[in-house]
């Protein structure tokens, strides 16, 4: 699976956008960036997922460079309920079950 | 999303038992189910993949033996830690593909195990 590179904290000023950056320069065409994120304590949340087009939901906006070695996760007006440790992953839907294996994360701390 | 169960949620055995976790989808059939450990502040380690109708695959350096993982049907599995030790002591986290939403996983709640 391809790796990714997150950077491993982040502040952010409550009513403000977060924006989440992710390295993953191998990856692969069939692969989709995935993004989840884990609150203490907690079974991880899924937030979004592309392969090459921008994508919004209801919970943030994914952004995904053009070449698709990287990527942004926005959330657009950050509260304090946002602070959690964000995961991004690359990862084949279809090949060996799916899996996701998990990095380090960004301990994002949405502050008052 | 799709909604995933976990029970118990806590659960303390002594050393020498076994214990067993449930993982449910609720809202979804699931032949695929995944394990996971974590440990405080560590990420989260896969262990198996369980596969409806058939053998759990283990990851490398995962004791299938010590970590029995069943799924006989298309919303349950179970992992089962045997023997348990104080070093299973952990946050075991379980999480299903939903087909029907473009392979995308959901996740359970997590079971907080602690051997004493």
């Known amino acids: 699976d391809a790796k990714t590179t997150q950077p491993t904290s982040m502040d952010c000023a409550e009513g403000r956008a977060a924006n989440l950056p992710c390295n993953h320069s191998?990856?692969?065409?069939?692969?989709?960036v995935y993004w989840y994120r884990q609150i203490h304590s907690q079974g991880p949340q899924y937030i979004i997922h592309?392969?090459?087009n921008n994508e919004t939901n209801e919970m943030a906006s994914l952004i995904i460079t053009e070449d698709r070695k990287s990527s942004t996760l926005i959330l657009p007006h950050a509260t304090l309920r946002d602070t959690a440790v964000y995961y991004c992953i690359v990862r084949s839907p279809y090949n060996q079950g799916g899996k996701l294996i998990f990095g380090q994360g960004t301990e994002l701390s949405v502050k008052p | 999303g799709a909604v995933v169960s976990q029970h118990p949620s806590r659960v303390i055995c002594k050393s020498g038992t076994s214990v067993k976790i449930e993982c449910r989808s609720l809202d979804f059939q699931a032949t695929t189910m995944f394990w996971y450990r974590q440990f405080p502040k560590q990420s989260l380690m896969l262990m198996a993949t369980s596969n409806e109708g058939s053998k759990a695959t283990y990851e490398q350096g995962v004791e299938k033996d010590k970590f029995l993982i069943n799924h006989a049907s298309l919303t349950l599995s179970t992992l089962t830690v045997t023997s348990a030790h104080p070093e299973d002591s952990s946050f075991y986290i379980c999480?299903?593909?939903?087909?029907?939403?473009?392979?995308?996983?959901?996740f359970g709640e997590g079971s907080w195990l602690t051997v004493v």
């Open positions: 592309g392969l090459k």
């Open positions: 999480s299903a593909r939903d087909m029907e939403a473009g392979n995308t996983i959901y």
């Open positions: 191998t990856i692969s065409g069939n692969e989709y």
